[in-house]
């Protein structure tokens, strides 16, 4: 949950940092980077270095991780935090569709299902449908989302075949947010909107990104995966764009239209059914509430009655 609240933050400082999308990608590498290294280096100083495979695909997945901020800013700047986060989580849907073509990993049922609703709530959020809809050009943000949902779907797929070793979370991520770092500044000084010198008072919100959800949040989420149980991880991330569309409404004042939320609850509706296995928990309830040999709990009697 910590590492959900650290990333549910990252659009409310980066609004507060007014920087440019390249600037705040590169200030949010750069101060997320030392944490990363140093727990890197610890990991390699126990365990020794990195295989050059697992370097190399980390690289692959820092560039893909570019992609994932420098669109998701963008977005931001077209359709606000909230609905460029929500829009952002599609990944869940993505990495699904892809495993599916690319590595034979077919989808579960639920997940094929979700994908209408999925795709009526991003038409709801584009303002496609309804009138009054948040943001500069609420349709753009939607193809920049989706865009920063491929790329962030990129990068799990990636990093996921490097991070092999359950010992080496750290330095996989820490070459990850170097090469983020430097693609980042190959494309702000190519569109011209890289600042090297921020106000201090923008450096200090990119600090606070870069530490709280750059290594931090990534790192807590990382050391968390192997010790939970699936359907626990995924409804705690899944809390992840739901704090997001609440602080940037409390804490930014944007108020997304009646049907723009209304995409929010199918997008995110969507996404639950496809990663939460329902199944599972109904299994799980019914055998919290059986007894040995199927007899009711709530049958038997405690000190304090049943």
Known sequence: MLGAACISFSGVFYRFAEVSPSTG???RALFGLPLLALVGLAEH???GGLPSKTVRLAAIAGL???????FWHHAIEAVGVALATVLGNLQVI???IVAWLLLGERPSRSTLLALPVVLVGVVLIS???GGDAYGTDPALGVVLGISTAVCYAGYL??????LRDPRRLAGPVAVATVFVALSGTVVGVAAGDLDPTPPIASLGWLAILGVSAQSAGYLLISIS????PAVITSIILLAQPVMSVVLSMVLLGEAPSATQLLGVFLVIGGIAAATVPMTRIRVGLTGARLGPAGT???AEKGPNGP
């Open 127 to 129: 303002g496609a449908i």
């Open 64 to 70: 893909f991780f570019a992609g994932d901020l420098l």
């Open 25 to 27: 990608t590169v200030y």
């Open 157 to 162: 797929l990636v990093i996921r075949h490097g």
């Open 45 to 47: 100083r126990r365990y």
């Open 94 to 96: 993505i990495v699904g």
């Open 225 to 228: 995966l192997p010790r939970l």
């Open 296 to 298: 009711r709990r709530g």
